[in-house]
């Protein structure tokens, strides 16, 4: 209360960036070019810390933090979630969750779509989870299932994965989602070897993927499939499936794609004792 009203204005909006912040953070949420919090620092409310701050005690940031009236609150907490869109999804998630806004859900699956994508799962099915428990509108809903049932198939959780899949089909109302589902459901199945339900699944995931003309989709179908058909000896069959696979993964333009048609097919190939075609098939996977 000591403090002038600059400086109380400062430490409020540092007390919604947590316990510790960059000085670009809290120079965004007050709109200023210099916010060197000096009367706190001199205060010894805050410590700087090479270019960023810290509170000296978790309870000074609490006190002050819960001292603010809603709106106000409401008002920092989207200025943080505007300041990190670009540099920190999973905060901007939070922040839009703190702050009430309708997005927020939204936010969460970015930032789960963003830690999947860097390979973190568990930190994706973490955000996926907070995101639904938002209860958000049926749509986003289904993407969240989605995403959640993906990451925990990346990180081999299979059992897991195929209730997640099993949820989101459920859920989800568009059709290449549908098909995702079914992609991931799948692939679960063919982990835990209930290989006959890994090809209903890739069976209903063709159809709709074949209505849609996705070749993208089509070539992970196939590729599938060769991946269900290799552990039951079936050669031919699974040597067929990789190529059209790569068709299909040519057709569409995705290196990914075509990499993991290329693998699938030089597998296929070797189990049928076909050397050189199988090196062919790797040399060209590994040069993709």
Excluded at 62 to 71: H, T
Excluded at 216 to 243: D, M, T, W, Y
Excluded at 250 to 257: D, I, L, P, Q, Y
């Amino acid at each position: 209360d000591r403090l002038p009203a600059d400086g109380q204005r400062i430490l409020e909006a540092a007390s919604v960036l947590g316990q510790r912040f960059s000085a670009a953070a809290l120079c965004h949420l007050t709109s200023k070019d210099d916010c060197l919090p000096r009367a706190a620092l001199r205060a010894g409310m805050l410590r700087a810390e090479g270019p960023s701050f810290a509170f000296t005690h978790a309870l000074i940031q609490e006190g002050i933090y819960r001292s603010m009236l809603r709106a106000r609150r409401t008002e920092l907490h989207r200025l943080a979630a505007q300041h990190h869109g670009g540099r920190d999804p999973a905060l901007r998630a939070e922040h839009l969750e703190r702050a009430g806004d309708a997005q927020a859900a939204q936010a969460y699956l970015d930032a789960a779509a963003a830690e999947r994508a860097g390979f973190r799962s568990s930190a994706a099915v973490a955000l996926a989870d907070r995101g639904l428990a938002l209860n958000p509108e049926p749509e986003v809903r289904g993407r969240l299932l989605l995403m959640r049932a993906e990451a925990l198939l990346d990180a081999g959780q299979a059992r897991a994965a195929q209730d997640g899949f099993t949820l989101a089909l459920a859920a989800v109302e568009d059709e290449r989602q549908r098909c995702s589902a079914l992609l991931g459901l799948a692939g679960a199945r063919r982990i835990i070897d209930d290989l006959p339900g890994a090809l209903e699944a890739l069976e209903r995931a063709q159809a709709l993927a074949n209505g849609l003309d996705d070749a993208e989709l089509l070539s992970r179908i196939h590729n599938l499939r060769g991946n269900v058909f290799f552990p039951q000896g079936r050669s031919k069959e699974c040597i067929a499936e990789q190529r059209l696979a790569l068709q299909w993964a040519e057709r569409s333009g995705s290196t990914e794609a075509v990499a993991r048609a290329l693998g699938g097919l030089g597998d296929a190939e070797y189990a049928a004792g076909h050397l050189g075609r199988a090196r062919e098939a790797f040399l060209r996977c590994v040069a993709v």
